[in-house]
């Protein structure tokens, strides 16, 4: 089944510069905040290798039935239909990402991935750091909660883009149970 965010345009983009204040001064551990699962898994490249955090069978029979099995693949590692943009106009802020470095492809560039491999982070970040240009009172979380193939200097690639990506946007290191929306607006976090 094929969803698109409901009602007309972004009718959620900035669902939370409109909270009540009472809302906003509240910490943030309150406050449902609506999120997706696999988050960036909208496209997936069916051309490239099989993701690392597949197990060896899997990989196996991909390899041997290289163009059936990742058609299969495709059908359950594709766990959203929104792009960056829509799941950020459909009022998502939470977002569950699992990266991977291409374990043949020289360099530290790492991607999101589900099974197959997706978009590179940094556009997908991109993306977010663009929305939230335009929507100055909305605060997104980022959860990179699974890594594979990704060695030290991988990491330190990953947190090198995310300082170049949203510079002073980025929240610093603070208590977190008690972060409400007044105190990241108060700073300009996002």
């Keep these: 089944m094929r969803t698109r965010p409901a009602g007309i345009g972004n009718v959620n983009a900035d669902w939370m510069g409109s909270l009540p204040s009472k809302l906003s001064a509240m910490p943030l551990k309150y406050l449902a905040v609506p999120g997706?699962?696999?988050?960036?898994?909208?496209?997936?490249?069916?051309?490239?290798?099989v993701g690392p955090d597949q197990k060896a069978y899997v990989k196996y029979l991909a390899s041997m039935f290289s163009v059936l099995a990742k058609k299969v693949m495709v059908k359950w590692s594709m766990t959203q239909n929104l792009t960056f943009r829509e799941q950020l106009d459909a009022g998502i802020r939470y977002f569950d990402l699992r990266?991977?470095?291409?374990?043949?492809?020289?360099g530290s560039e790492?991607?999101?991935?589900?099974?197959l491999f997706?978009?590179?982070?940094?556009?997908?970040?991109?993306?977010?750091?663009?929305?939230?240009g335009r929507h100055k009172k909305e605060v997104?979380?980022?959860?990179?909660?699974?890594?594979?193939?990704?060695?030290?200097?991988?990491?330190?690639?990953?947190?090198?883009?995310?300082?170049?990506?949203?510079?002073?946007k980025l929240c610093s290191?603070?208590?977190?149970?008690n972060i409400t929306l007044n105190f990241l607006w108060e700073k300009k976090y996002q």
């Design 36 to 49: 997706s699962h696999d988050s960036f898994t909208f496209w997936v490249d069916v051309h490239a290798p």
């Design 99 to 106: 990266v991977s470095s291409k374990p043949s492809e020289p």
């Design 110 to 115: 790492i991607y999101f991935i589900h099974g």
């Design 118 to 132: 997706g978009h590179k982070v940094r556009d997908g970040l991109l993306e977010i750091n663009s929305f939230l």
């Design 140 to 168: 997104v979380f980022l959860d990179f909660n699974h890594y594979y193939a990704m060695d030290a200097e991988h990491h330190v690639y990953l947190i090198h883009m995310l300082q170049q990506v949203f510079g002073s």
């Design 173 to 177: 290191d603070s208590a977190v149970e």
